[in-house]
Protein backbone atom coordinates (compact mmCIF):
# COMPACT_ATOMS: atom_id res chain seq x y z
CA UNK A 1 0.00 0.00 0.00
CA UNK A 2 1.54 3.18 -0.85
CA UNK A 3 1.34 6.14 1.32
CA UNK A 4 0.44 9.47 -0.16
CA UNK A 5 2.73 12.13 0.85
CA UNK A 6 0.95 15.32 2.23
CA UNK A 7 2.29 18.52 1.09
CA UNK A 8 3.66 20.52 4.39
CA UNK A 9 1.92 23.85 3.71
CA UNK A 10 4.85 26.56 3.60
CA UNK A 11 4.41 29.12 6.48
CA UNK A 12 8.50 30.53 6.11
CA UNK A 13 6.73 33.54 4.00
CA UNK A 14 4.93 34.74 6.51
CA UNK A 15 7.81 34.73 8.62
CA UNK A 16 10.09 38.16 7.83
CA UNK A 17 13.53 37.48 7.08
CA UNK A 18 17.06 40.16 7.07
CA UNK A 19 17.01 41.06 3.26
CA UNK A 20 15.03 38.62 1.43
CA UNK A 21 14.58 38.89 -2.38
CA UNK A 22 16.19 42.46 -1.43
CA UNK A 23 13.09 43.37 0.74
CA UNK A 24 14.43 45.18 3.80
CA UNK A 25 13.62 43.63 7.18
CA UNK A 26 10.42 44.85 9.02
CA UNK A 27 10.89 47.53 11.67
CA UNK A 28 9.75 46.87 15.09
CA UNK A 29 9.26 50.33 16.87
CA UNK A 30 12.01 51.44 19.49
CA UNK A 31 11.69 51.50 23.10
CA UNK A 32 12.56 53.79 25.18
CA UNK A 33 12.58 57.76 25.61
CA UNK A 34 14.93 60.19 25.37
CA UNK A 35 16.64 61.09 28.57
CA UNK A 36 18.02 64.54 28.81
CA UNK A 37 14.68 66.87 27.03
CA UNK A 38 12.57 64.66 29.73
CA UNK A 39 14.80 65.51 32.69
CA UNK A 40 13.80 69.27 32.45
CA UNK A 41 10.31 68.87 31.43
CA UNK A 42 10.63 66.11 34.77
CA UNK A 43 12.12 68.98 36.72
CA UNK A 44 9.72 71.66 36.01
CA UNK A 45 6.62 68.96 37.06
CA UNK A 46 8.71 68.81 40.02
CA UNK A 47 8.65 72.63 40.87
CA UNK A 48 4.90 72.90 40.08
CA UNK A 49 4.53 69.95 42.27
CA UNK A 50 6.25 71.69 45.00
CA UNK A 51 4.66 75.38 44.27
CA UNK A 52 1.73 72.76 45.86
CA UNK A 53 3.14 71.89 48.88
CA UNK A 54 4.57 74.79 49.52
CA UNK A 55 1.00 76.76 49.14
CA UNK A 56 -0.32 73.83 51.47
CA UNK A 57 2.67 75.01 54.15
CA UNK A 58 1.74 78.54 53.77
CA UNK A 59 5.16 79.00 52.15
CA UNK A 60 3.53 81.78 49.36
CA UNK A 61 6.60 83.28 48.41
CA UNK A 62 8.34 79.62 47.75
CA UNK A 63 5.42 78.59 45.90
CA UNK A 64 5.51 81.57 43.18
CA UNK A 65 9.21 81.00 42.89
CA UNK A 66 8.84 77.51 42.39
CA UNK A 67 6.31 78.44 39.56
CA UNK A 68 8.67 80.79 37.58
CA UNK A 69 11.36 78.44 38.10
CA UNK A 70 9.04 75.69 36.13
CA UNK A 71 9.10 78.66 33.60
CA UNK A 72 12.84 78.61 32.79
CA UNK A 73 12.81 74.63 32.99
CA UNK A 74 10.01 74.58 30.27
CA UNK A 75 11.48 77.07 28.22
CA UNK A 76 14.69 74.50 28.40
CA UNK A 77 13.32 71.14 27.80
CA UNK A 78 12.16 72.69 24.07
CA UNK A 79 15.13 73.73 23.19
CA UNK A 80 17.24 71.15 24.04
CA UNK A 81 15.23 68.65 22.05
CA UNK A 82 15.86 70.44 19.46
CA UNK A 83 19.20 71.60 19.52
CA UNK A 84 20.15 67.63 20.33
CA UNK A 85 17.66 66.80 17.40
CA UNK A 86 15.45 64.67 20.20
CA UNK A 87 12.24 65.84 19.70
CA UNK A 88 9.51 62.95 20.40
CA UNK A 89 5.57 62.63 20.42
CA UNK A 90 6.18 61.22 23.89
CA UNK A 91 7.78 64.13 24.94
CA UNK A 92 5.43 66.40 23.38
CA UNK A 93 2.52 64.83 25.76
CA UNK A 94 4.83 64.93 28.50
CA UNK A 95 5.86 68.23 28.23
CA UNK A 96 1.51 69.30 28.42
CA UNK A 97 1.05 67.26 30.83
CA UNK A 98 3.85 69.17 32.98
CA UNK A 99 2.26 72.52 32.03
CA UNK A 100 -0.91 71.39 33.09
CA UNK A 101 0.06 70.62 36.74
CA UNK A 102 2.76 73.69 36.67
CA UNK A 103 0.64 76.24 35.18
CA UNK A 104 -2.67 74.85 35.41
CA UNK A 105 -2.59 73.25 38.44
CA UNK A 106 -0.44 74.94 40.64
CA UNK A 107 -1.12 78.94 39.92
CA UNK A 108 -4.81 77.87 40.81
CA UNK A 109 -4.62 76.22 44.27
CA UNK A 110 -1.65 78.53 45.36
CA UNK A 111 -4.08 81.27 44.78
CA UNK A 112 -7.35 79.79 46.02
CA UNK A 113 -4.64 78.76 49.20
CA UNK A 114 -3.70 82.40 49.54
CA UNK A 115 -6.30 84.50 48.69
CA UNK A 116 -9.59 83.18 47.60
CA UNK A 117 -10.49 80.14 50.12
CA UNK A 118 -12.18 83.15 52.70
CA UNK A 119 -14.45 83.64 49.54
CA UNK A 120 -16.02 80.50 49.70
CA UNK A 121 -17.54 78.93 46.29
CA UNK A 122 -16.91 82.18 44.58
CA UNK A 123 -12.82 81.33 45.20
CA UNK A 124 -13.37 77.89 44.45
CA UNK A 125 -15.08 78.55 41.22
CA UNK A 126 -13.08 81.44 40.50
CA UNK A 127 -9.83 79.13 40.67
CA UNK A 128 -11.48 76.13 38.94
CA UNK A 129 -12.03 78.61 35.79
CA UNK A 130 -8.36 79.03 35.76
CA UNK A 131 -7.23 75.95 35.72
CA UNK A 132 -9.88 74.50 32.96
CA UNK A 133 -8.87 78.05 31.03
CA UNK A 134 -5.28 76.58 31.31
CA UNK A 135 -6.25 72.82 30.12
CA UNK A 136 -8.35 74.02 27.03
CA UNK A 137 -5.62 76.52 26.13
CA UNK A 138 -2.96 73.45 26.03
CA UNK A 139 -5.24 70.93 24.35
CA UNK A 140 -5.87 73.66 21.29
CA UNK A 141 -2.28 74.75 21.55
CA UNK A 142 -1.43 71.00 20.88
CA UNK A 143 -4.09 71.30 17.60
CA UNK A 144 -2.87 73.89 16.02
CA UNK A 145 0.96 73.10 16.13
CA UNK A 146 2.16 73.65 12.43
CA UNK A 147 -0.70 75.46 11.28
CA UNK A 148 -1.17 78.70 13.73
CA UNK A 149 1.50 81.94 12.95
CA UNK A 150 4.23 81.35 14.91
CA UNK A 151 4.94 84.98 15.60
CA UNK A 152 1.76 85.44 17.76
CA UNK A 153 0.07 83.15 20.27
CA UNK A 154 -3.61 82.73 19.87
CA UNK A 155 -4.56 83.05 23.99
CA UNK A 156 -2.56 84.01 26.21
CA UNK A 157 0.09 81.13 26.96
CA UNK A 158 -0.36 79.42 30.27
CA UNK A 159 3.17 79.69 31.20
CA UNK A 160 2.66 83.73 31.34
CA UNK A 161 -0.88 83.44 32.98
CA UNK A 162 1.27 81.57 35.75
CA UNK A 163 3.66 84.42 35.84
CA UNK A 164 0.80 86.76 36.16
CA UNK A 165 -0.90 85.07 38.66
CA UNK A 166 2.28 84.01 40.92
CA UNK A 167 4.06 87.58 39.99
CA UNK A 168 1.23 88.77 42.21
CA UNK A 169 1.38 86.78 44.83
CA UNK A 170 5.07 86.82 45.50
CA UNK A 171 5.62 90.68 44.97
CA UNK A 172 2.25 90.86 47.32
CA UNK A 173 3.80 88.77 49.93
CA UNK A 174 7.27 90.81 49.61
CA UNK A 175 5.56 93.76 50.52
CA UNK A 176 3.76 92.43 53.63
CA UNK A 177 -0.04 92.25 51.89
CA UNK A 178 -1.88 89.42 53.15
CA UNK A 179 -4.42 87.31 50.87
CA UNK A 180 -7.64 87.92 52.39
CA UNK A 181 -6.54 91.91 51.84
CA UNK A 182 -6.68 91.30 48.13
CA UNK A 183 -9.02 88.85 47.99
CA UNK A 184 -11.92 90.45 46.14
CA UNK A 185 -8.54 91.44 43.30
CA UNK A 186 -8.17 87.96 43.03
CA UNK A 187 -11.23 86.94 42.35
CA UNK A 188 -11.03 89.00 39.43
CA UNK A 189 -7.75 88.51 38.77
CA UNK A 190 -7.46 84.98 38.24
CA UNK A 191 -10.82 83.88 36.37
CA UNK A 192 -9.47 86.37 33.66
CA UNK A 193 -6.48 85.64 33.45
CA UNK A 194 -7.94 81.76 32.94
CA UNK A 195 -10.53 83.52 30.11
CA UNK A 196 -7.23 84.99 28.64
CA UNK A 197 -5.60 82.02 27.58
CA UNK A 198 -8.98 80.84 25.76
CA UNK A 199 -9.39 84.09 23.97
CA UNK A 200 -8.77 84.81 20.65
CA UNK A 201 -6.07 87.90 22.15
CA UNK A 202 -2.83 87.72 19.73
CA UNK A 203 0.05 87.77 22.05
CA UNK A 204 3.57 88.19 20.51
CA UNK A 205 5.45 85.24 20.85
CA UNK A 206 8.91 86.92 19.82
CA UNK A 207 10.14 83.69 18.25
CA UNK A 208 10.91 85.80 15.16
CA UNK A 209 13.06 88.23 17.30
CA UNK A 210 16.50 87.68 15.74
CA UNK A 211 19.52 87.90 18.44
CA UNK A 212 21.75 87.32 15.84
CA UNK A 213 21.48 90.89 14.17
CA UNK A 214 23.21 93.90 14.77
CA UNK A 215 21.49 96.16 17.24
CA UNK A 216 21.97 99.74 18.45
CA UNK A 217 24.31 100.18 21.27
CA UNK A 218 21.12 101.74 23.69
CA UNK A 219 19.42 98.45 23.48
CA UNK A 220 22.39 96.82 24.75
CA UNK A 221 21.74 99.45 28.06
CA UNK A 222 18.38 98.68 28.42
CA UNK A 223 18.42 94.92 28.85
CA UNK A 224 21.58 95.45 31.33
CA UNK A 225 19.17 97.53 32.84
CA UNK A 226 16.65 95.17 33.12
CA UNK A 227 18.70 92.63 34.41
CA UNK A 228 19.90 94.39 37.07
CA UNK A 229 16.30 95.78 37.95
CA UNK A 230 15.68 92.56 38.04
CA UNK A 231 17.88 90.84 40.40
CA UNK A 232 17.26 94.20 42.92
CA UNK A 233 13.55 93.48 42.95
CA UNK A 234 12.54 90.62 40.85
CA UNK A 235 9.41 90.00 42.67
CA UNK A 236 7.86 93.71 41.90
CA UNK A 237 9.65 93.59 38.12
CA UNK A 238 8.15 90.13 37.25
CA UNK A 239 5.17 91.17 38.33
CA UNK A 240 5.18 94.25 36.45
CA UNK A 241 6.49 92.21 33.11
CA UNK A 242 4.28 90.01 32.66
CA UNK A 243 0.85 91.73 33.80
CA UNK A 244 1.82 94.13 31.27
CA UNK A 245 2.21 91.64 28.59
CA UNK A 246 -0.89 90.55 29.59
CA UNK A 247 -2.52 93.49 29.34
CA UNK A 248 -0.84 94.45 25.94
CA UNK A 249 -2.39 91.88 24.22
CA UNK A 250 -6.11 93.49 25.54
CA UNK A 251 -4.71 96.74 24.25
CA UNK A 252 -3.62 95.37 21.03
CA UNK A 253 -7.46 94.47 19.99
CA UNK A 254 -8.46 97.91 20.54
CA UNK A 255 -4.93 99.76 19.11
CA UNK A 256 -3.33 97.53 16.58
CA UNK A 257 -0.35 99.54 15.94
CA UNK A 258 0.46 97.70 19.59
CA UNK A 259 1.04 94.29 17.62
Do not use: H
Not at 112 to 133: D, E, H, N, R
Not at 168 to 186: D, F, K, P, Y
Request: aromatic share 10%; glycine share 8%; with cysteine.
Amino acid sequence: MKVEEVPVEETEKDIPKDNVDGEAELKRPRRGVYLLPNLFTTAALFSGFYAIIAAMNSEFVNASVAIFIAMVLDGLDGRVARLTRTQSAFGAEYDSLSDMVSFGVAPALVAFTWALAPLGKVGWIAAFIYAVGAALRLARFNTMIGTADKRYFTGLPSPSAAAVVAGVIWAASQAGITGESLASVMAILVPVTGLLMVSNVKYRSFKDLNLKGRVPFVVLLIAVLVLVLVALEPAFVLAFVFCLYGLWGILGVFIPKLR
